[in-house]
């Protein structure tokens, strides 16, 4: 069964330092999203991505956020200049349709360690 | 204020026996609501998806319920099994033009053999 993957599995960054996380969607889906989960806490949504725009974004997603698909397959979460509150499980997910009524398929996550 | 509660916290059942999750919103305008199971260290994986006129939603021994009208959902698991144990996670959706996804803190379930 295809799967969303995502690299790197663990990063460690400095604090204020620039970081990628990176994800491939599965194939033949045109929605894709991230998420976050701190440490204990809910899953939050962060963005959603179709038609190389942003669909949808939440209050976390700030100036310091953007996302990318720089290609065919690659979909991207930077954040400029990392805060030790950016430390984090970072979920990407994709969809073959709009969310509403398409079940999203989550990656296995980044775990963003900012120090 | 949109919010997504779930109880119990956490649940403890032996194997074989059966359970109920609960989920009560408050999100509106109501568009979907999503039951997610989420293994540790792996991410969530979708269990059943239910629109407005939806009020019930199986998948395998999975079945999820829908109340809109005193918004509320349940995720009834059937004859547990050890692999069952994960947290379900509740996450509902509100039509808000674009729209808007809250997620639940999760109920963790652990079957014991």
């Known amino acids: 069964e295809p799967e969303v993957t995502q690299t790197p599995s663990h990063q460690v960054t400095q604090m204020g330092q620039e970081v990628i996380l990176r994800c491939v969607p599965i194939?033949?889906?045109?929605?894709f999203y991230w998420y976050r989960q701190i440490l204990g806490q809910k899953v939050e949504f962060l963005v959603s991505?179709?038609?190389?725009?942003?669909?949808?974004k939440s209050e976390i997603f700030d100036d310091q956020f953007s996302v990318e698909r720089p290609d065919g397959s690659n979909f991207t979460l930077k954040i400029r200049s990392t805060k030790l509150e950016d430390s984090a499980m970072y979920f990407c997910?994709?969809?073959?349709?709009?969310?509403?009524?398409?079940?999203?398929?989550f990656g296995d996550g980044t775990r963003l360690s900012i120090l | 204020k949109n919010q997504v509660e779930q109880s119990p916290q956490s649940l403890i059942i032996l194997e074989g026996k059966n359970c109920t999750l609960q989920?009560?919103?408050?999100?509106?305008?109501?568009?979907?609501l999503r039951w997610y199971k989420q293994d540790t260290g792996r991410g969530p994986v979708s269990l059943t998806i239910?629109?407005?006129?939806?009020n019930t939603k199986s998948n395998g021994r999975y079945t999820a319920t829908l109340d809109a009208d005193t918004k509320q959902s349940s995720l009834h698991i059937t004859a547990s099994q050890l692999s069952d144990s994960a947290s379900y996670i509740c996450v509902v959706s509100a039509d808000t033009g674009g729209f808007k996804t809250i997620f639940g803190a999760g109920t963790r379930l652990f079957v014991k053999a």
């Open positions: 989920c009560n919103y408050t999100v509106s305008p109501f568009s979907n």
């Open positions: 997910a994709s969809s073959e349709g709009r969310s509403r009524y398409q079940p999203q398929h």
């Open positions: 194939s033949n889906h045109l929605y």
């Open positions: 991505f179709y038609n190389n725009e942003i669909s949808e």
């Open positions: 239910m629109t407005f006129s939806e």
